[in-house]
């Protein structure tokens, strides 16, 4: 009984702990992971989904095709099927493979519509966040909080702190409140960038003299990565984004100490302000 107790507890323990790793790493990828990174987003739970029943499709097609190729390899081989069938035409299995096809691109069609229509169409923001990507970092503006305006760059690895991750910590976070729904317009100074963040299933390029646009709505609280997903340069992997995402009490705050430190963008040199490193608390 005892040592029975004891293995209970040990295995308490490990899944407890499991929970909290599981906890920690949930909003970015973590090793050994299966499937794709976790979803924090309506779009992204969407593209979850797509991607879920893309997976079935394709793996009863494989699984088709190749049971069909075997019973062919063994019923008609020339050992069993010496005199070979003069068959041209076979009306059902001619309309079967017609209309099977078309079936299955319209199981297809219908969820990848609502998905494009879902990511495409903003709703109504709660808040605007401005981004141009430049070589080689991000600058970020905030029209509906004053105008805070700020750049964005990568933590050397000489200067990272415990916990920070590797190529992908920036010494200015991008902060928005929980349940927010954000419009994001992204453009570029110089060269085509890419704006991508897993977890929110967004992914959108900035162009240079163009203003694209897309929303995300962040459904918890956390730190989340993403990088330039377009090749800008020498540094074109040295561009990481860093999203928080905080409660709407601590967003005021970050707000109220962003406007004294960062204050609005510097028009005449179209650039925002130099790096501070102002955080949340």
Known sequence: MKRQNLRAAGLGAVLTLAGVCGTAAANEPHPWQMGLQEAASPVKHLMDSFHSLLTIIITLIVIFVAALLAYCAVRFNAKRNPVPSKTAHHTLLEVAWTVLPVI??????????????????????????????????????????????????????????????????????????????????????????????????????????RINETWFKAEREGVYYGQCSEICGTNHGYMPIAVEVVSKEKFDAWVAKAKVAFGPRDASRDVAQAPIGVTVE
């Open 104 to 209: 299955i691109l319209i199981v297809v069609a219908v969820p990848s519509f609502k998905l494009l229509y879902m990511a495409e169409r903003v709703p109504q923001a709660d808040m605007t966040i401005k981004v141009t990507g430049r070589q080689w970092y991000w600058d970020y503006e905030y029209p509906d909080q004053g105008n805070i305006a700020f750049s964005s760059y990568i933590i050397q690895e000489a200067d990272l702190k415990p916990g920070q991750r590797r190529l992908l910590e920036v010494d200015n976070r991008v902060v928005v409140p929980v349940n927010a729904t954000v419009r994001l317009l992204v453009t570029a100074g110089d060269v085509i960038h890419s704006w991508a963040l897993p977890a929110f299933g967004v992914k959108k390029d900035g162009m240079p003299g």
